[in-house]
């Protein structure tokens, strides 16, 4: 199967922008970033695994967009900047976290965790399985990460995938009842995957897939260039460029009106998209 808990952690932070520091005990970590990274961090610490960061050098770091579905930074060794690898330059590697259709095409092998951990190709079996395991967690309500790392973007190893948790903040279940109570309609709009979202959204109490529907945020682009005359953008289950509204039919967003109302969760949603709903 592709990658261990623990290899997917260790190359988990080298792909982060937060920084963390420890004390003496195991259980007592901070972290000062962004929170999925912050998770990222504290996970890796909590299994003993030394953060990698301060052996390279960054050179360069593509932060994540909806529209790319990842982000990356590309490092070198800095025990090796200034010198030549073999009589030529020295290496660089990329290292990429995101959504797992973001990532999963762009790998040509994956991290054995069995045997001696070496890498194997990526063949359909094997994505065929990434794709079922990331499913499974997120009808478990988690959010999936795919992390990966390779010399260039076309060619990664798949390091593996990772389910997070992210629960509804204190006091969410408390307001959507009250809202419920009140006869307000509620409605979910996120960038996280099917799955995810609607187990979330089943969690808070308004969403039954007998009687409730959901939209991706494609759906919703080709919604609003007029019902997929032209190119809908933004690949498998995700969201699309262009924020400027440039390609918006006026004939779609009467249909995206109609549609509207019988919708209570929106996922893989783009800022475009959230301005075009409400």
Known sequence: SPSSDLESLEAAPSSSSSSSSSSSSASAVTVVGQATEAALLVAAAKCGVDDPRPCYSRLAEVAFSSERKRMQVTCRLAALEGKAHGGGVVPEVTYVKGMLEGVLDHCMSYQSAEGSGGLLPLGSGE?????EVARRLAARGLRVLAIAHGESMNELTLDGIVGMADPPRRGVHEAVRLLQASRSRIVMITGDAKDTAVAIA?????YEPH????????EVERILRGGGKGDAGGGDNGSSGGGDGSGESEGGMGELLQRIPSVSVFYRTSPRHKLAIV
Request: proline share 0%; net charge positive; glycine share 16%.
């Open 127 to 131: 994505r065929r399985r990434v794709r």
């Open 202 to 206: 089943g969690s808070l109490g308004f």
């Open 211 to 218: 009687r409730h529907d959901a939209m991706a945020g494609a």
